[in-house]
């Protein structure tokens, strides 16, 4: 029971910080009018993708959490990026400024890239399982700047 528990509370909190972050840029949502870059996706397929990343982001802490495996250097790569996770759309949709959004994302990869292979030397399947994330979050950085130089 203990272990279910675990993975529910793993995957609860990416889940509502990206919700409530959802909920602060929900206003200043401008995706539809702006003009985008060849290769994106309409408006409705990034809610789709972001709850599946923080599920599987939840169930790969979940997996190191359950182990065991947890340290500081885990707790604060995995905390740190999911912080700037969660700044980013609030500097690309209501600060609007594109640009530093385009950093920022930057930032967001190397954090990810830095929790994968702090993952993965606990356990290899809790790293492979930020993959995706990571993928996305690079294409993301492609339309952040493609956005910011269509749209000047």
Same mark, same amino acid.
């Given at each position: 029971?203990?272990? /279910? #528990? $675990?993975?529910?509370?793993? $995957?609860?909190?990416?889940?509502?910080?990206?919700?409530? =972050?959802? *909920? *602060?840029?929900?206003?200043?949502?401008?995706?539809?009018?702006? =003009?985008?870059? /060849?290769?994106?996706?309409?408006?409705?397929?990034?809610?789709?993708?972001?709850?599946?990343?923080?599920?599987?982001?939840? =169930?790969?802490?979940? $997996?190191?959490?359950?182990?065991?495996?947890?340290?500081?250097?885990?707790?604060?790569?995995?905390?740190?990026?999911?912080?700037?996770?969660? $700044?980013?759309?609030?500097?690309?949709? =209501?600060?609007?400024?594109?640009?530093?959004?385009?950093?920022?994302?930057?930032?967001?990869?190397?954090?990810?890239?830095?929790?994968?292979?702090?993952?993965?030397?606990?356990?290899?399947?809790?790293?492979?399982?930020?993959?995706? #994330?990571?993928?996305?979050?690079?294409?993301?950085?492609?339309?952040?700047?493609?956005?910011?130089?269509?749209?000047?």
């Amino acid at each position: 029971m203990r272990k /279910i #528990y $675990i993975f529910i509370k793993s $995957i609860l909190f990416p889940v509502l910080v990206g919700w409530l =972050v959802g *909920i *602060i840029i929900s206003d200043s949502m401008d995706y539809s009018n702006l =003009v985008k870059p /060849i290769g994106a996706p309409p408006g409705i397929i990034f809610p789709i993708v972001w709850i599946s990343l923080y599920i599987l982001m939840g =169930v790969s802490y979940g $997996i190191l959490e359950n182990r065991e495996l947890i340290d500081k250097s885990i707790n604060y790569i995995y905390y740190l990026q999911l912080l700037v996770n969660a $700044i980013w759309p609030i500097i690309f949709f =209501v600060l609007k400024m594109r640009l530093l959004a385009f950093a920022w994302i930057f930032l967001l990869a190397i954090l990810i890239a830095l929790m994968i292979e702090k993952f993965y030397s606990k356990n290899k399947l809790s790293g492979i399982l930020q993959f995706p #994330y990571l993928i996305w979050t690079i294409f993301a950085a492609y339309l952040n700047f493609s956005i910011y130089l269509l749209n000047k």
